[in-house]
């Protein structure tokens, strides 16, 4: 056996730009499940602000929800339903919609909502907005309904109404899941009454959003960004030098220029983000700027959002995260997602700082 005596001393990065993942249809489904930062979360790691009666009145209201998913399902499963094709319609809303601002532990809350639920992983279904929609993109309207309607439970994470195709799409989806006897359980900044606004001409499309509004009972869930609760002010960006080293030296990190980063990913289907982060263990970026345009932002939120469920470290030079987004950017109609994106970022930044030899 021969035996190098070569030391090895740094890690060869990997780039996310060189990456072009491709995702088979049936992997998106199978990875409908909390993202790995919740795999362990259950409703008794969830720890109510005693300040705030509402988080302690979700946890119970939640539990509830989930003990009684655990029989038959509501398409009548159990008993069959003589003289009827189709199944009845419920008479209330089917789903819970947790309502608050960002980082009082919503996905938190949904997670283990999924977890409680009594039924096996592949009757439960969990994704993003954004992942349901790709969903759809990729297997087409009538397969995910098909796929879906046998679930006991969707829980949709970050939910929002971008444009109004998004709008019909999602409310004749819920519509058809819900007559399948689905239970729907969704996170989001937005009442769903108010879903849309700011975006579009939301009043065009008003029936749609108070049919979807009619599937969710509200469940809103006050206090402040647990991220930022006692924690110290986002860390400063490192010079490229530090971060180019950092990534040297840590094995499984990728390192990259920001322009570049945002101009690949304008060529990666947004339903891929995640499998663009397979195995990367630290995202190193230099020469971080501020995002040129909307379509960008929108992007980059979704790369955020899925480094942030993985719980990817991110050292970056250049400007810090809170300056990424314009003032014309955080006043208009996408400024949640900005501000969930500039959140869950400075928490990653906060991460990567022991990737640093000072």
Same mark, same amino acid.
């Given at each position: 056996m021969v035996v190098s005596t070569t030391p090895i001393t740094e890690a060869v990065p990997l780039s996310l730009c060189a990456r072009e993942p491709r995702v088979p249809a049936d992997r998106l489904v199978a990875e409908m499940v909390p993202p790995p930062r919740f795999d362990s979360v259950r409703f008794e790691t969830y720890v109510p602000d005693p300040n705030q009666p509402s988080q302690t009145e979700a946890v119970a209201v939640l539990s509830s929800? *989930? +003990? $009684?998913? $655990?029989?038959a399902h509501a398409t009548g499963s159990g008993r069959r339903r003589w003289f009827s094709k189709k199944p009845a319609a419920p008479t209330a809303p089917r789903g819970v919609y947790l309502d608050g601002g960002y980082g009082v532990g919503k996905t938190h809350l949904l997670a283990s909502l999924w977890h409680a639920t009594p039924a096996e992983p592949a009757l439960k279904a969990f994704g993003t907005f954004v992942e349901l929609t790709n969903l759809v993109g990729a297997l087409g309207f009538q397969q995910t309904v098909q796929t879906l309607s046998g679930h006991r439970l969707l829980c949709i994470d970050e939910f929002e109404l971008d444009d109004p195709g998004d709008t019909v799409l999602v409310s004749t989806l819920l519509g058809?899941?819900?007559e399948a006897g689905v +239970?729907? *359980?969704?996170?989001?900044n937005t009442l769903p009454g108010k879903l849309g606004e700011g975006r579009? *001409? *939301?009043?065009d499309f008003l029936r749609e959003i108070q049919g979807?509004?009619?599937?969710?009972r509200p469940l809103r869930i006050d206090g402040e960004d647990y991220r930022h609760r006692g924690l110290p002010e986002a860390p400063a960006p490192f010079s490229d030098e530090q971060v180019t080293r950092a990534a040297h030296a840590t094995e499984g990190a990728s390192l990259d220029q920001f322009p570049q980063l945002l101009e690949h990913l304008a060529r990666v289907h947004p339903s891929r983000y995640g499998a663009?982060?397979?195995g990367v263990r630290a995202v190193c970026l230099t020469d971080v700027r501020p995002v040129p345009d909307q379509s960008t932002a929108l992007r980059l939120v979704v790369l955020a959002d899925r480094l942030y469920d993985r719980e990817v470290p991110v050292l970056a030079s250049g400007l810090p995260f809170d300056r990424l987004f314009s003032e014309e950017m955080l006043k208009g109609g996408y400024r949640k997602k900005y501000f969930r994106a500039i959140s869950r970022l400075t928490a990653l930044a906060r991460d990567a700082k022991g990737l640093v030899d000072e």
């Open positions: 929800f *989930a +003990a $009684g998913l $655990g029989g058809r899941l819900v +239970a729907l *359980a969704a996170t989001s579009f *001409a *939301a009043v979807l509004s009619a599937h969710f663009l982060t397979d």
